[in-house]
């Protein structure tokens, strides 16, 4: 795959586990994607994400560089709720 396996873990990493970026829209309705299923809320600099298939993305919101684009914008980071990181910044 190309991909740099991490010291002392040879063994036990076979599989790249890359991840793909998809861009999500934030509607003023509190929807997400214009899926009435799929919600969202924002308070005290966390944003939760609340999809349809149960998972639910709760991150921190704050300012940061976007390093590709050369200007500033707004980032999150944090987790699901099966443990897996979400990262995240605004493209438009």
Do not use: H
Not at 44 to 66: A, H, R
């Amino acid at each position: 795959f190309g991909y740099t396996v991490v010291p002392g873990f040879a063994e036990t990493q076979t599989n790249a586990n890359i991840q793909k970026a998809v861009a999500i829209m934030l509607n003023n309705d509190g929807t997400i994607n214009e899926n009435p299923d799929d919600k969202w809320s924002f308070k005290n600099q966390t944003l939760e994400l609340n999809w349809s298939n149960g998972n639910i993305d709760k991150v921190i919101v704050e300012k940061g560089w976007d390093w590709e684009n050369k200007k500033e914008t707004i980032l999150f980071t944090g987790l699901n709720n099966n443990g897996t990181t979400i990262w995240g910044k605004k493209s438009q």
